[in-house]
């Protein structure tokens, strides 16, 4: 009997162990769970309610938006940057990223950078280099003028200790001719001074997540995770978001990917229906 019971504790011990081995690596790659605040943004205005809540569901790393983003003032809540630092760490969180506007950059990048690290960002990000630059119909020397220009910005980024890094929105997943404007930017911007953050919805516009982090390996730092049913009805010209593990995006290939791409970090930016699920999902996902 005491034999059995002894093979028994072992039995179950090793059971254990096997359980607390798959925790570990349930977190794609071992990062964070993070989440972008702004399709959030209405719920910010009780910001430390609305961290305690984001690390009520696992989040653990929020990706913010800069104080002055919007003329509303929807983000001013997070102006004082030294308090915003220590809500998140009384709930365990930190922001390491954070989006400013282009013009934002261009026209006050110093104090963009001092906000940032008094938050403990250490990588800013803009969405799009269409501003002034020809929007979603550039031409070929709209698209080299902005990228000499994001050089400037990052070089200046990087003396501060900073990691600049670029989204893509609609002026990069234009067409300049035959080429995709996104394309003609991995060959013109720096690639020390300047990293990349994938947007997986641009699925929509026919780029795929783990074919360019394949393709372009070490230019990624970041990426903003939703999923997408492409066999959906269009709706207003593009296949409609869904919980991320529920649409047509390979999760375990992408993340796979993501380790060539460079990938340190990534993003949900859905709904907050949507963000309850697939963080649920992105907790279990083994890769």
Same mark, same amino acid.
């Given at each position: 009997? !005491?034999? $059995?019971?002894?093979?028994e504790f072992l039995a179950a011990a090793?059971?254990?162990?096997?359980? +607390?081995?798959?925790?570990?690596?349930?977190?794609?790659?071992?990062?964070?769970?993070?989440?972008?605040?702004?399709?959030?943004?209405?719920?910010?205005?009780?910001?430390?309610?609305?961290?305690?809540?984001? !690390? %009520?569901?696992?989040?653990?790393?929020?990706?913010?938006?800069? =104080?002055?983003?919007?003329?509303?003032?929807?983000?001013?809540?997070?102006? #004082? &940057?030294?308090?915003?630092?220590?809500?998140? &760490?009384?709930?365990?969180?930190?922001?390491?990223?954070?989006?400013?506007?282009?013009?934002?950059?261009? +026209?006050?990048?110093?104090?963009? *950078?001092?906000?940032?690290?008094?938050?403990?960002?250490? $990588? *800013?990000?803009?969405?799009?280099?269409?501003?002034?630059?020809?929007?979603?119909?550039?031409?070929?020397?709209?698209?080299?003028?902005? !990228?000499?220009?994001?050089? %400037? *910005?990052? !070089?200046?980024?990087?003396? &501060?200790?900073? $990691?600049?890094a670029l989204h893509n929105e609609g002026?990069?997943?234009?067409?300049? %001719?035959?080429?995709?404007?996104?394309?003609?930017?991995?060959?013109?911007?720096?690639?020390?001074?300047?990293?990349?953050?994938?947007?997986? +919805?641009?699925?929509n516009s026919g780029l795929v997540g783990?074919?360019?982090?394949?393709?372009? =390996?070490?230019?990624?730092? +970041?990426?903003?995770?939703?999923?997408?049913?492409?066999?959906?009805?269009?709706?207003?010209?593009?296949?409609?978001?869904? &919980?991320?593990?529920?649409?047509?995006?390979?999760?375990?290939?992408?993340?796979?990917?993501?380790?060539? %791409?460079? *990938?340190? #970090?990534?993003?949900?930016?859905?709904?907050?229906?949507?963000?309850?699920?697939?963080?649920?999902?992105?907790?279990?996902?083994?890769?």
């Open positions: 009997m !005491a034999a $059995q019971s002894r093979r090793a059971a254990s162990i096997a359980a +607390s081995a798959i925790e570990l690596q349930a977190n794609p790659l071992g990062l964070p769970v993070g989440s972008q605040i702004y399709p959030l943004r209405s719920m910010l205005k009780d910001f430390p309610g609305f961290v305690k809540m984001m !690390a %009520g569901i696992g989040v653990t790393r929020l990706e913010l938006c800069s =104080p002055d983003r919007l003329d509303t003032g929807e983000f001013k809540v997070l102006s #004082n &940057a030294k308090e915003v630092k220590k809500i998140l &760490a009384d709930h365990g969180l930190k922001a390491e990223s954070c989006h400013f506007s282009l013009d934002e950059l261009r +026209s006050n990048q110093p104090r963009c *950078i001092e906000w940032a690290k008094e938050v403990g960002v250490t $990588q *800013i990000l803009t969405n799009s280099l269409g501003d002034g630059n020809g929007d979603d119909h550039p031409t070929m020397d709209q698209v080299k003028k902005a !990228a000499d220009e994001y050089n %400037g *910005i990052a !070089a200046v980024a990087a003396k &501060a200790g900073v $990691q600049q002026f990069e997943v234009s067409m300049v %001719g035959d080429k995709r404007t996104y394309d003609l930017l991995f060959d013109l911007l720096d690639p020390e001074l300047v990293k990349y953050q994938f947007q997986m +919805s641009t699925i783990a074919e360019y982090f394949q393709k372009y =390996p070490g230019r990624f730092i +970041s990426m903003h995770v939703q999923d997408v049913d492409m066999n959906a009805p269009l709706r207003e010209g593009r296949r409609p978001q869904v &919980a991320v593990g529920k649409g047509s995006i390979d999760w375990a290939k992408t993340f796979r990917a993501a380790k060539t %791409g460079g *990938i340190k #970090n990534y993003f949900v930016e859905q709904s907050w229906e949507l963000t309850q699920q697939s963080v649920a999902y992105l907790k279990a996902l083994l890769v």
